[in-house]
């Protein structure tokens, strides 16, 4: 790990230590309670590392400030600073990803979305306590909250394969899994699974979804309306389950005059295979502002879903 990234961590754990929580919201709530007046300039902890709100040098113990120096994670803003990196708590976990606005190419996303799939992750494992498992993959993995919250839960440390294709996710991901003293994690470079050779008792993914005009990594789903990538992690990952292993895939999907085409579409792939699964709606209605843009001119809502799949043989 560099000594930018160590630095990162150390931070990380010192906020742990403290008892530091924030629970992150999306972005357009995020820039309502952020355009408030009273809150222009940082007053808390979170202000700084949860709001992503300019701060005063005296707001942070002067440690604390130099390790955020060393990480190359403040910038000035308007004669005051700027943490670049943020803070959230999931449960037991605190997890670095990137600041607000998420405008970057490369940003690290976290929000609403990852606190289902983490809880839809737990509730499945809850449910399936006879299911052993000694290797996870965490396609896409971002901040790397799935796989660690996944490998946190479970009675025996697996080896937890975190990929992306993003090299600051999986920076994020090595640091959050040093932050939360998770073990044998490894991160890996990977375009869904081209770079991973061996197969893997549990297999998750939240990937992106939505039709992006930027294309940026952490929200275009690619395909007609979204959900391109979806499917290929479904075709990618039955051919690496162990016997018996599981999938469990977090996505989302327009439903248009009460059609569901990532349903009509997975289901000719699943079918196919010598598998059980289940398919639910998690959340009916998610990321309304979306439906003003071209690509879901005719869908009446985009809502996310749970796949869970189970290899037979």
């Given at each position: 790990m560099e000594p930018t990234d160590q630095s990162l961590v150390q931070l990380g754990m010192a906020l742990k230590d403290k008892g530091y929580r924030f629970t992150t919201v999306t972005p357009l709530s995020h820039a309502r309670?952020?355009?408030?007046?009273?809150?222009?300039?940082?007053?808390?902890?979170?202000?700084?590392?949860?709001?992503?709100?300019?701060?005063?040098s005296e707001m942070l113990p002067t440690p604390w400030l130099q390790l955020l120096t060393e990480a190359v994670c403040v910038t000035e803003d308007r004669g005051l600073l700027k943490s670049t990196v943020r803070f959230s708590s999931l449960d037991t976990l605190l997890l670095a990803h990137s600041c607000f606005p998420t405008k970057g190419a490369d940003t690290v996303f976290f929000g609403p979305d990852t606190y289902r799939f983490v809880r839809a992750i737990k509730a499945e494992l809850a449910a399936s306590p006879s299911l052993t498992i000694r290797r996870l993959i965490d396609i896409g993995c971002g901040s790397g909250a799935g796989g660690l919250a996944a490998a946190g839960s479970l009675p025996d440390a697996p080896t937890v394969v975190l990929t992306d294709i993003n090299p600051e996710a999986l920076r994020f991901a090595q640091i959050n899994a040093a932050i939360n003293g998770i073990p044998n994690v490894e991160a890996i470079k990977s375009d869904v699974l081209g770079n991973i050779a061996d197969a893997a008792d549990l297999i998750i993914a939240n990937p992106p979804y939505l039709l992006d005009p930027s294309e940026r990594l952490y929200r275009h789903g690619g395909g007609t309306w979204g959900g391109a990538l979806?499917?290929?992690i479904v075709r990618e990952s039955l051919a690496r389950?162990?016997?018996?292993?599981?999938?469990?895939?977090?996505?989302?999907?327009?439903?248009?005059?009460?059609?569901?085409?990532?349903?009509?579409?997975?289901?000719?792939?699943?079918?196919?295979?010598?598998?059980?699964?289940?398919?639910?709606?998690?959340?009916?209605?998610v990321f309304g502002e979306e439906l003003d843009r071209d690509a879901y001119l005719a869908a009446d809502r985009l809502a996310v879903v749970l796949l869970t799949v189970n290899r037979n043989e």
């Open positions: 309670v952020n355009a408030r007046p009273d809150n222009a300039v940082a007053r808390t902890l979170e202000d700084v590392f949860g709001w992503s709100r300019p701060f005063r979806s499917l290929r389950l162990t016997r018996d292993g599981c999938l469990l895939l977090y996505t989302g999907t327009p439903i248009i005059n009460g059609h569901d085409p990532f349903l009509a579409a997975v289901r000719d792939v699943l079918d196919a295979g010598r598998v059980t699964w289940r398919y639910e709606e998690i959340d009916p209605d």
